[in-house]
């Protein structure tokens, strides 16, 4: 969706860049139209989306889609499996990366598109070393751009725990890590590939909005169960003395007929009408959606499908409802299945991780070469294989 209000000529065409408020570019979701002259709540900080809520939408679509989630979790295990070694010199890697820093990695730069690590220095003035890299969500960082219109880059980070209320949690400038020392915090920020300059977009971005679709119909049936499948009775009471007596004995006489009705369970809902007469009774008349149940289905079905392409995850290691899969599948057809998701989801994503790390590490040792340590049981098949061909 495209929204343009005035003719502002454009300096950049991979990016939108404008000194004024009047150019709004956006794409399905997300507001590209970064301008490194407006600021938030007086700090040159540029948000990813107001108050850095496109990450928000992300991570609530983890949260809210068991299909994302699911599959964001298997990619993430595949990813770290037993761990991430340095192959290329004695360097122990795990004193300045822990284990948990590392998983938190991969499950960042499957879910958002990068990571943010910060780096901690030694106290010794004459001598100072990197003592250890670690892990900050990457939420929490707005960027701080060059004072220019035509490809500004990042200088610098803003932190703030939680900027929708910046007001509450000042943001904190922060360096952008170089190599060198400079006092303060420092913060490097690592992300995939994109056309997005300033902030990571994840893989399986174009499936965002069936994600948010099937974390509805999770709530859609939440409500349902909690409401709509209550028995509802209606007690009438049609003229005579009950229906003369005062509004205050009529309150308290009807909350003693649903407490004496219902035993004060909540699956049971009583409403107690004083009438003029009976044609004055009241009744309650449901409407519903024609074919809900078919519709319901449908959409949980297409959602599941959309998600699954939207990561280019095998069918037949993801599909839940669809088609028989899982258990019912050849052995073979899983094993290629899964050869083929390390092919085009596992490496390209480790790549990610290991390029931005070993960066980081050929600054304490240049000999350094970083590798995930696949599952075992996937070693001896791949051994298996190499002996099979060489024979």
């Not at 990813?48 to 068991?66: E, M, Q």
């Not at 901690?120 to 707005?142: H, M, Q, S, T």
């Not at 809900?292 to 699954?308: G, T």
């Not at 931005?356 to 075992?376: P, Q, R, S, T």
Request: aromatic fraction near 10%.
């Amino acid at each position: 969706m495209a929204v343009t209000h005035k003719a502002v000529p454009i300096v950049d065409t991979e990016s939108v860049f404008s000194m004024s408020n009047d150019v709004v570019k956006m794409s399905a979701w997300q507001p590209i139209d970064i301008n490194p002259r407006i600021t938030q709540g007086g700090f040159n900080a540029v948000c990813n989306g107001v108050n850095n809520s496109n990450y928000k939408t992300l991570r609530d679509a983890y949260d809210d889609s068991p299909t994302n989630s699911s599959i964001i979790n298997s990619f993430v295990n595949f990813m770290y499996a037993d761990g991430l070694k340095n192959v290329g010199s004695d360097l122990d890697i795990s004193k300045f990366l822990d284990e948990d820093t590392v998983e938190l990695i991969c499950l960042d730069t499957k879910m958002l598109g990068g990571f943010a690590l910060q780096a901690i220095w030694n106290d010794n003035e004459n001598d100072r070393k990197l003592l250890k890299f670690e892990y900050v969500p990457i939420e929490d960082f707005a960027v701080e751009l060059e004072n220019r219109l035509v490809n500004p880059k990042v200088i610098g980070y803003w932190y703030s725990w939680d900027w929708r209320q910046s007001a509450t949690y000042q943001p904190v400038q922060c360096k952008k890590f170089n190599g060198t020392y400079q006092g303060g915090v420092e913060i490097v920020i690592i992300q995939r590939v994109t056309k997005n300059k300033f902030f990571p977009l994840p893989d399986y971005f174009s499936g965002i909005n069936y994600c948010i679709a099937e974390g509805f119909l999770g709530q859609n049936t939440k409500t349902h169960f909690q409401f709509e499948n209550k028995i509802t009775t209606v007690i009438n009471f049609n003229g005579g003395k009950q229906g003369a007596a005062s509004e205050e004995i009529k309150k308290k006489k009807a909350e003693k007929i649903k407490e004496d009705y219902t035993g004060g369970s909540p699956k049971h809902h009583v409403v107690v009408s004083y009438n003029t007469d009976g044609l004055d009774a009241t009744t309650i008349d449901q409407v519903e959606t024609p074919n809900l149940n078919q519709q319901n289905v449908f959409f949980a079905e297409e959602c599941e499908r959309k998600i699954i392409v939207a990561h280019s995850a095998p069918k037949i290691l993801f599909s839940g409802s669809n088609n028989a899969s899982g258990f019912s599948s050849n052995a073979d057809e899983i094993l290629v299945a899964t050869k083929e998701m390390y092919r085009r989801n596992i490496n390209p994503l480790r790549k990610v991780v290991i390029d931005g790390l070993e960066k980081l590490f050929k600054l304490i040792d240049v000999n350094v070469k970083l590798e995930f340590i696949d599952f075992e049981e996937f070693r001896k098949v791949e051994t298996l294989e190499e002996t099979e061909e060489q024979v």
